[in-house]
C-alpha cells in the first residue's frame, strides 16, 4: 500500500506542476450517494468536450464502505469516461464535485492528503497515470451542492445527484451520450 500512496503523490506533484499553454477544457460533475444501512453507493457523472455530453450512472465496489469514497469513485470515473470516451484531443481536465474530501485528495487549495484504502490509491494512480500519460493536467475543484437549479452549477449537480441515487437504488449502471446539437433539439439518447 505504501507503494501506491508514493506513487499517488508523486503523480500529484507532477499534476500539479504541468504547465498548459493554450488549453483547450474537457469539464465535468460528479456526485455520489451512500445509504450507510445497506452498505450500497451510486454516482453520476457528466462530462464533455465541445462536441459531445456523456451521462453515466454507476452502482460503486463493494470496497467504497462511506461517503466518501463512494465520492472518490464518481471524480476517478469522470476522470477515466472524459480521457477515454471523449473525442477531442484536450490538455486540461476540470472536474467538479461537492465533496471536498475527493477535492482535497486530488490536490485542491494544495492539499497533499490522499486516501487510505489500498483500492482507492490504486485507483487514484491509475486515472492520474492516464492523464499523465495523456499530457492531460487534472483539476478537481469543489463545489458547493445542493445549490438549486437556477445556474449551470446547480442545475449539473442536481442531475449528477439524482443518477448517482437511481445507481445506488437500481443497482445497475446506466449511460447516455449524444452531440451537443442533438442535445438540444431531443434531449440524450439512453444507451445500455
Known amino acids: 500500500m505504501s507503494a501506491h500512496r508514493e506513487r499517488v503523490k508523486m503523480l500529484k506533484r507532477v499534476n500539479a506542476h504541468q504547465q498548459v499553454n493554450d488549453p483547450f477544457w474537457l469539464s465535468g460533475y460528479?456526485?455520489?450517494s451512500h445509504h450507510p444501512d445497506t452498505g450500497k453507493g451510486g454516482v453520476g457523472l457528466w462530462v464533455r468536450d465541445n462536441e459531445t455530453r456523456i451521462l453515466k450512472a454507476i452502482p460503486t465496489p463493494?470496497?467504497?464502505?462511506?461517503?466518501?469514497?463512494?465520492?472518490?469513485?464518481?471524480?476517478c470515473a469522470a476522470i477515466e469516461t472524459a480521457l477515454t470516451e471523449l473525442t477531442q484531443e484536450a490538455n486540461i481536465l476540470v472536474i467538479?464535485?461537492?465533496s471536498q474530501s475527493t477535492a482535497n485528495w486530488f490536490g485542491w487549495q494544495g492539499?497533499?492528503?490522499?486516501?487510505?484504502?489500498p483500492e482507492a490509491l490504486e485507483m487514484m494512480q491509475h486515472v492520474l497515470e492516464l492523464a499523465t500519460d495523456r499530457r492531460v493536467?487534472?483539476?478537481?475543484?469543489?463545489v458547493k451542492g445542493?445549490?438549486?437549479?437556477?445556474?449551470?452549477?446547480?442545475?449539473?449537480?442536481?442531475?449528477?445527484?439524482k443518477m448517482a441515487r437511481?445507481?445506488?437504488?437500481?443497482?445497475?449502471?446506466?449511460r447516455w451520450s449524444c452531440r451537443v446539437n442533438e442535445e438540444?433539439?431531443?434531449?440524450?439518447?439512453?444507451?445500455?
Open 166 to 174: 437511481d445507481a445506488r437504488l437500481k443497482g445497475v449502471p446506466s
Open 62 to 75: 463493494p470496497w467504497a464502505v462511506n461517503s466518501n469514497l463512494v465520492e472518490l469513485f464518481g471524480v
Open 137 to 142: 493536467k487534472v483539476v478537481v475543484k469543489w
Open 111 to 117: 492539499n497533499k492528503s490522499v486516501p487510505k484504502q
Open 146 to 161: 445542493h445549490q438549486g437549479t437556477g445556474s449551470v452549477v446547480g442545475y449539473l449537480n442536481n442531475r449528477v445527484d
Open 30 to 32: 460528479t456526485d455520489g
Open 184 to 192: 438540444r433539439k431531443q434531449g440524450p439518447v439512453a444507451q445500455r
Open 96 to 98: 467538479k464535485t461537492d
